[in-house]
């Protein structure tokens, strides 16, 4: 997975943390969450706001579902 991949690591994020509050959360946590999936393969210092706000919606649109 890379970080373009948001779908998928919120997937992935829901499965590995379902017990997280995703609405209010630091996203100094939701990168190293993200980065510690199994799977990423990614450059951890290619994330910005934007790409972790992206994957905070998705997650928590993968939890409302």
Same mark, same amino acid.
């Given at each position: ?10 997937? *992935?994020? +829901?499965? $590995? ?18 980065? *510690?999936?199994?799977?990423? +393969?990614?450059?951890? $210092?290619?994330?910005? +706001?934007?790409?972790? *706000? $992206?994957?905070?919606? $998705?997650?928590?649109? *993968?939890? +409302?579902?």
């Amino acid at each position: 997975m890379r970080w373009t991949d948001i779908q998928d690591i919120a997937i *992935e994020l +829901e499965d $590995a943390h379902p017990d997280k509050d995703n609405l209010n959360l630091r996203f100094t946590d939701l990168h190293k969450w993200v980065t *510690e999936l199994e799977g990423f +393969e990614d450059d951890p $210092a290619k994330s910005n +706001e934007k790409i972790l *706000e $992206a994957i905070q919606m $998705a997650w928590i649109d *993968e939890r +409302e579902d």
